[in-house]
């Protein structure tokens, strides 16, 4: 392993410095620049940097990343027991348990030792740029994220609050189903609910509602959920009262968790997690949905592995074969990316 120095790069800011680290939330309302990354099992970590600049990602370097190749990965839950776990939540629909359940699965690959997620990063921004794309580098605390999210978890410009949840996908507008409009309103009224939580009454809002969004390689559904939050209130209510994200978990929340937790057979760490970043002096910060993210795990296998997490949203409507398709759509782009086999001098693919 390279001993790299901590590192946060979030769209065109650069931190760097590291002062402190805490999992302690009330630390994103004092003083300073902080990275965040939220596990969906709910470790927290924020790290305070004490030097932040604008800086662009810089191009990719031949030979700085070495990825997997198609052939390395394995996932958490093969084709059959995705299909039978689809099914499975149907059951628990049709028994009125849940409405909608986010299944996930993780995909596992070996790379050396030296790998640097920065790296990966910079291959991302060319092979697959993303509204909230970015690197959390924090190796002695076991964080290291390469994130191409294009879902907004929460914004916050003083008082207000926004989210915008994501539920929806297909390869053009044509593919979407009348199931994934449904989902995403399923899951604005949960967003709806969990920021309603701290925010003042009637304050509340949804500015847009299933707007089509146009991503590399497919588009989704988003929707915009806004609120002002009550005074006394900050990151340490607001956190726990959104996470984890609704459009990753389901709903009802509690019901879905449970039934998640049942079926998945891998944790998700910073895959459905919270990603970004709080400048505790200007009252903003930015945190993205930790999905389309790859992380590296040395702590659990004595070696070096990349993991990135796949899912999708389970209705009555779903289609078992479709869903497992559709885990497939997301993944395949960012998994060729990955494979380190892009060609910087041309701009293409091998």
């Not at 505790?280 to 990135?308: P, Q, S, Y």
Request: proline letters at 8%.
């Amino acid at each position: 392993m390279l001993d790299l120095p901590p590192l946060a790069r979030f769209g065109d800011l650069v931190a760097t410095g590291l002062a402190d680290v805490t999992d302690d939330p009330a630390a994103l309302e004092s003083t300073g620049f902080w990275a965040v990354a939220a596990d969906f099992e709910g470790r927290l970590t924020c790290a305070r940097f004490r030097e932040v600049r604008e800086q662009p990602v810089p191009a990719p370097v031949p030979g700085a990343w070495r990825g997997p190749a198609a052939g390395d990965w394995t996932s958490s839950l093969d084709r059959a027991a995705y299909t039978a776990a689809v099914r499975r939540i149907r059951e628990h629909i049709a028994a009125g348990e849940v409405y909608q359940a986010n299944l996930c699965r993780v995909l596992s690959a070996p790379v050396p030792s030296d790998a640097d997620v920065d790296a990966l990063t910079a291959l991302l921004a060319r092979g697959n740029p993303a509204p909230y794309a970015g690197t959390f580098r924090l190796p002695g605390h076991g964080v290291e994220i390469a994130t191409a999210s294009p879902e907004l978890f929460l914004r916050r410009e003083d008082r207000t609050v926004e989210s915008g949840p994501i539920k929806g996908t297909g390869r053009t507008e044509a593919d979407l189903l009348e199931k994934d409009y449904a989902e995403n309103v399923m899951i604005v009224d949960l967003v709806r609910n969990d920021i309603g939580q701290v925010c003042g009454p009637g304050t509340v809002t949804v500015p847009d509602l299933c707007a089509v969004e146009k991503h590399p390689g497919l588009v989704h559904l988003v929707s915009t959920v806004r609120g002002e939050l009550r005074p006394g209130t900050g990151w340490p209510e607001l956190l726990p009262a959104a996470f984890p994200p609704g459009s990753v978990t389901g709903a009802p929340k509690s019901s879905a968790l449970r039934i998640i937790e049942a079926l998945e057979t891998a944790p998700r760490g910073p895959y459905c997690g919270g990603i970004g970043w709080v400048d505790a002096d200007r009252g903003t910060g930015v945190l993205a949905v930790g999905i389309r993210t790859f992380w590296i795990d040395r702590e659990t296998t004595g070696g070096a592995v990349l993991r990135f997490g796949t899912g999708a949203g389970i209705t009555w409507g779903s289609d078992p074969e479709g869903e497992w398709r559709e885990t497939e759509l997301k993944a395949s782009r960012l998994l060729t990316v990955a494979s380190g086999t892009y060609e910087v001098s041309e701009g293409t693919w091998t």
